[in-house]
């Protein structure tokens, strides 16, 4: 695991896969689901500052052929 968010209702993990990151959301229950990229090349991060209580969350995905991007799920 490279980094986690926690919030009221879920947590969102950043992980390694094949050397690719991904995010795996997991419910209250402990049922998951993986957010892979279709990207060659590209780094994630989790950016914090958000609310505890949402349904959001928030992060930053550079990729070499375009510019940093930060995005909401």
């Known amino acids: 695991m490279?980094?986690?968010s926690l919030y009221a209702n879920h947590l969102v993990r950043l992980e390694r896969e094949n050397a690719s990151d991904r995010l795996v959301v997991m419910?209250?229950?402990g049922g998951?689901?993986?957010i892979d990229f279709d990207?060659?090349?590209?780094?994630l991060s989790l950016d914090d500052g958000y609310e505890y209580d949402t349904?959001?969350?928030r992060f930053v995905l550079p990729v070499p052929t375009t510019p940093r991007q930060w995005v909401r799920l």
């Open 39 to 43: 990207e060659e090349a590209y780094a």
């Open 55 to 57: 349904a959001q969350t």
């Open 27 to 29: 419910d209250k229950a």
């Open 2 to 4: 490279a980094g986690f």
């Open 32 to 34: 998951e689901h993986v």
